[in-house]
């Protein structure tokens, strides 16, 4: 789910999708946070402007 909505594809994120992955999270336990956290981290290693930009919006979703 994060990885489609942080794909380097140049299309907006819906906002529901958004909102759907911050309500997992939110109701995630411990290790998924600590397993998503560390796919981002690593995803934020990607040299696309548009991943950077994606992942940013996950951020700020809450």
Do not use: C
């Amino acid at each position: 789910m994060i990885n489609g909505a942080t794909s380097d594809e140049d299309k907006v994120i819906p906002m529901y999708k958004l909102e759907d992955i911050w309500e997992l999270l939110r109701s995630s336990h411990a290790s998924i946070m600590n397993e998503v956290s560390e796919f981002i981290l690593n995803h934020l290693n990607n040299k696309s402007p548009i991943v950077k930009q994606k992942l940013k919006m996950l951020r700020r979703v809450n």
